[in-house]
């Protein structure tokens, strides 16, 4: 992607963040970016096009973060609650940066949710080679791996929105740690 298509994505998410994504125009993202209407519809063909650019570009750097984890050299186990609370601050911190379009996220969530599934399938990706390790290092039970996975990965989506609007508890950022070993109780094995 050229510098130019990063820098019109960025100044976009920024004037949408500010002002949400009804209120922006593609003139406005030209202004913004000092570079005029016809760079931007050079790489855009109109504000729904990048939006979901932003979209995109927001839900990359989790999956980034992610990966991060997934290289890190420590237990499956540990690896395991680090990916879990790593996704839920990423996802969390992507949401509450962008102000005003966070309002647009929720209301089109449906967008949203269909730009997370190669996301998704890849973070899925990321849990099963966890969890493989786990069970290969005798750290979590003998399970289907698939499955598993899935499961663990929806446990920790579900977990999204009260994570972010923080109303689980008001001491939710305090427990998240027992909320993450409440997960591990039914994979791990007893020590």
Do not use: C
């Amino acid at each position: 992607m050229s510098n130019t298509k990063k820098m019109l994505i960025e100044v976009a998410r920024q004037l949408f963040a500010a002002s949400g994504k009804k209120d922006v125009t593609m003139n406005d993202i030209a202004e913004a970016s000092k570079k005029g209407r016809r760079t931007l519809y050079t790489y855009f063909n109109n504000k729904e096009e990048i939006y979901k650019a932003v979209i995109d570009k927001e839900l990359d750097q989790i999956l980034e973060r992610l990966k991060v984890v997934s290289a890190e050299k420590t237990e499956p186990d540990e690896k395991l609650k680090n990916h879990i609370l790593t996704h839920l601050d990423a996802v969390r911190y992507a949401v509450n940066r962008n102000g005003s379009l966070r309002a647009d996220f929720f209301r089109d969530i449906f967008e949203v949710e269909r730009k997370r599934r190669k996301i998704d399938v890849q973070e899925i990706g990321l849990i099963r080679s966890i969890v493989s390790e786990g069970i290969e290092k005798n750290i979590f039970k003998r399970m289907d791996v698939e499955l598993s996975s899935i499961i663990i990965f929806y446990a920790i989506k579900g977990l999204e929105v009260p994570y972010i609007r923080q109303n689980i508890s008001s001491e939710f950022e305090k427990n998240k740690t027992s909320i993450v070993e409440f997960v591990f109780m039914g994979i791990k094995k007893k020590q």
